[in-house]
Structures are given as structure tokens and as C-alpha cells.
């Protein structure tokens, strides 16, 4: 398995401002995946982010709401842009690893309010 | 667009008794399958995965699950449940690399 962690853990933000969600992998992986869980509700793909090419977004999300960095293969970062309530979910950051890397291990998550 | 669906979305149990989470996926073919376990205040963890061979897959914590591919199914089983098994429960499935999820089901358990 791979440790993930996250940063930060939680932000209270203002409507109309951006925030950049940091993940960290303590082993270089390939893929590395966002998620949105929003209050009471499943997870939901955001994009795939792999390091050496755009990262390539789910139906539903575009990338100037949701850019995404992909340096190197131990790090990523997603940036939630000009924020409004709606986006007010928690963020999570996951890589594949393990069995022919189809298996998927997750960070702490961001929990981002916006007022 | 693959779906899967989770039967129960809130289930409460007394310690010691059976517990069963059911899980259907939608789509054909080469199927990986997975459950997440998410306890109060901790990160999504996986519990246990199937991608082939023996359909009775055994996970951490005494966590089972049955593939029984006629159904589209991967139930999730274990046979007596602690206070310490309270958390949400995902299943999760996908035929590339990525997951899609059922909307968790919330396993309370009274001591």
C-alpha cells in the first residue's frame, strides 16, 4: 500500500476564491486520482493525473474549475477556482498501487467549506 | 458510464449479530471489485478486493465477500460484528483503472 497525506486538512474559504489541495505519496506511482465526496453523498471521480500529460476529467468537471498539476510521481495538486457553497465537499486524493495497480489507496481528504 | 448500487443505506446492528451489506454492479465483462471501509474521523480504507479466481474473497478485520457473477453481485459478510465495526461502507467497482462507487451504506452497532 502507499501512505497518502493531504493539505490541508480543512480550509473555510470565501465565495469566489480559489484553493490548492496538496497530496503527497511516500513512493513514486503512476496514476494518481481526485475525488470529490460531497456532504452525505458518494464519492465522485474528478480527474486522472498522470505525471508527463494533461490530467483528463470526468463528464461533469472541466479544468479551469478544477486544474490539476501532476510535477513529478510523488506529488499532485488540485486547485478548486473561483469557489462558491456548491463546492463545499470534501476533496480526496488516491493513487493505484498494489495488484497490477488496479487497486486504489486514498489520502485523508480536504474538507473545504465555503461561506 | 459503469454504475453500482448499494441496498441499504443506513443499518443497525446489535454486537455479535450477522451482518450483510448487499452491492450489485451494472456492467459486463472483466469486472474488479472492491469494498472501502471508512470508520469515524479516519480515511477511506480498503477492506477487501476481488479480481478473480475463488468468488469468496476473505478481508481485514474477519470481512468477507461473495462474487457471484450470475447476479452482478459482491455482497459483503461478516459473521459477528463488534461496536468497532461501526463506519460507512463502500463498494466499489471497475473494469479499468477507474472506481466507481455505491452511495455507502452507514453500519451502526450498539454495544
Known amino acids: 500500500s502507499a501512505v497518502i497525506s493531504q493539505k490541508p486538512s480543512r480550509d473555510i474559504c470565501q465565495r469566489g476564491t480559489s484553493l490548492t489541495i496538496q497530496c503527497q505519496v511516500d513512493?513514486?506511482?503512476?496514476?494518481m486520482f481526485w475525488y470529490r465526496q460531497q456532504p452525505g453523498q458518494s464519492l465522485t471521480l474528478i480527474a486522472t493525473a498522470n505525471q508527463g500529460s494533461e490530467a483528463t476529467y470526468e463528464s461533469g468537471f472541466v479544468i479551469d474549475k478544477f486544474p490539476i498539476s501532476r510535477p513529478n510521481l510523488t506529488f499532485s495538486t488540485l486547485t478548486v477556482s473561483n469557489m462558491s457553497p456548491e463546492d463545499s465537499s470534501i476533496y480526496l486524493c488516491?493513487?493505484?498501487?498494489?495488484?497490477?495497480?488496479?487497486?486504489?489507496?486514498f489520502g485523508p481528504g480536504t474538507r473545504l467549506t465555503v461561506t | 458510464a459503469q454504475s453500482v448500487s448499494q441496498h441499504n443505506h443506513h443499518v443497525i446492528l446489535s454486537e455479535a449479530a450477522s451482518l450483510e451489506l448487499g452491492c450489485n454492479y451494472s456492467y459486463g465483462g472483466t469486472v474488479n471489485l472492491f469494498w472501502y471501509v471508512q470508520y469515524p474521523g479516519q480515511h477511506l480504507q480498503l477492506l477487501l478486493k476481488?479480481?478473480?479466481?475463488?468468488?469468496l474473497v476473505k478481508g481485514i478485520k474477519g470481512f468477507e465477500a461473495e462474487f457471484i457473477k450470475s447476479k452482478f453481485s459482491f455482497n459483503l459478510r461478516k459473521p459477528s460484528v463488534q461496536w468497532s465495526d461501526t463506519a460507512e461502507y463502500f463498494c466499489a467497482a471497475s473494469n479499468d483503472y477507474k472506481l466507481s462507487f455505491g452511495a455507502g451504506t452507514t453500519v451502526t452497532v450498539r454495544a
Open positions: 513512493s513514486q506511482v503512476t496514476m
Open positions: 476481488y479480481f478473480s479466481g475463488d468468488p
Open positions: 488516491s493513487v493505484a498501487a498494489g495488484t497490477g495497480a488496479y487497486e486504489q489507496y
